[in-house]
């Protein structure tokens, strides 16, 4: 009963968060809508027993994510009116049709039988645990977590050695 109770509060405040964010006219506002809705949806992961997925949700999206977002809405300033441009004529049309459709996709995907948080015999189904997400990872795709692994670090190294050496061509004409 306690999970039931949990479960509706958070799933209330995802939404309420949700829909803050969408409504908001300022983006300062609307990254906070997203901020509740992703704190509430790791609430909803550690009902599912998924700890270690909640926790991701939290120290990456809400944490990293988050910052990244709000510190580019302070750069490019969009938080003033003169960044925005002339509204799309059918906008408002296009974007009800569209949220019409994936209302519909939702609720014909809600009709489905989903199962979540313990199988058929009562024990806890251990999906979401560290040690078994650990397993898959570093047994099952050894190869692939490690190749996307060094494709980052690649990638950071030769950010890093574009911002250290620059784009910085001499002219030609400066050189005769």
Known sequence: MGELIVFIIFATVALVSAIGMVLAKNPVYSAIGLLGAMFS???????????????????????????????VIMLIGVDNREAYGPAVPAQRIMTAVVSIGLFAAIVLAGRAAWITGSNAFGTPDLNGTIENVSDELFGTWTVVFLSTVMLLTIAALGTIALAYFGTDVPDEEATL
């Open 41 to 71: 949806i790791a609430v909803l992961y550690v009902l599912l027993d998924a700890h270690f997925v909640a926790a991701v949700q939290v120290i990456v999206y809400a944490g990293a994510v988050m910052t990244l977002f709000l510190f």
